[in-house]
């Protein structure tokens, strides 16, 4: 039997500036999200959890809280762009252009804009994206600029799914 490897994300080579990823996963947002979030971050901002005073702001509504929203949209990019990183190295110009309501459902989106070899590091080479979240009615709701350390192709950690590989050893020797 012969074990074909899932995806295994990109790695430096596979990068090219322009090129755009469309992340494949999109997720509602809900009231227990947007609550939790605001309290694990301790953030103390009524407009994300009292539904009463955000009923009495131009919302009208609770606010999702804009680090779930980074937070998600990071993930959500984690599969087609930093799934061999050895490092996230940035953050910048994080806009928040629309809000996010709870029921809402954020896709994304990355632009490849920068990479280069690491000059301290020859195992990985540098990228910088632009990535795009957006609501189901096609609203930005977050962009961002991330830059990352990934592990060139052949200097890249090993992963070997030994488990499996007793398991389905196990399974012939029936």
Same mark, same amino acid.
């Given at each position: 039997?012969?074990?074909?490897?899932?995806?295994?994300?990109?790695?430096? #080579?596979?990068?090219?500036?322009?090129?755009?990823?469309?992340?494949? =996963?999109?997720?509602? $947002?809900?009231?227990?999200?947007?609550?939790?979030?605001?309290? =694990?971050?301790? /953030? +103390?901002?009524?407009?994300?959890? @009292?539904?009463?005073? !955000?009923?009495?702001? *131009?919302?009208?509504?609770? =606010?999702?809280?804009?680090?779930? +929203?980074?937070?998600?949209? +990071?993930?959500? !990019? $984690?599969?087609?762009?930093?799934?061999?990183?050895?490092?996230? =190295?940035?953050?910048? #110009? $994080?806009?928040?252009?629309?809000? $996010?309501? #709870?029921? @809402?459902?954020?896709?994304?989106? !990355?632009?490849?804009?920068?990479?280069? #070899?690491?000059?301290?590091?020859?195992? &990985?080479?540098? &990228?910088? &994206?632009?990535? !795009?979240?957006?609501?189901?009615?096609?609203? &930005?709701?977050?962009?961002?600029?991330?830059?990352?350390?990934?592990?060139?192709?052949?200097?890249?950690?090993? *992963?070997?799914?030994?488990?499996?590989?007793?398991?389905?050893?196990? *399974? /012939?020797?029936?």
């Amino acid at each position: 039997m012969h074990i074909k490897e899932g995806w295994i994300g990109r790695f430096y #080579e596979d990068f090219e500036i322009g090129d755009i990823y469309s992340h494949p =996963l999109g997720r509602t $947002v809900t009231k227990t999200d947007n609550i939790y979030m605001t309290l =694990l971050t301790q /953030n +103390t901002n009524p407009i994300h959890f @009292d539904s009463y005073y !955000s009923e009495q702001t *131009e919302f009208g509504q609770p =606010l999702v809280d804009s680090t779930f +929203t980074i937070a998600l949209v +990071t993930g959500q !990019s $984690v599969s087609d762009l930093s799934q061999n990183a050895m490092a996230n =190295l940035g953050w910048d #110009e $994080v806009r928040l252009p629309n809000p $996010v309501f #709870e029921g @809402d459902t954020i896709y994304s989106y !990355s632009e490849v804009l920068e990479k280069r #070899e690491s000059k301290s590091r020859p195992n &990985v080479g540098i &990228v910088k &994206v632009k990535t !795009s979240g957006y609501n189901q009615k096609g609203d &930005v709701v977050i962009t961002f600029k991330r830059t990352f350390m990934i592990y060139k192709k052949d200097h890249a950690p090993k *992963e070997k799914n030994t488990l499996l590989e007793k398991v389905l050893e196990k *399974e /012939n020797s029936r």
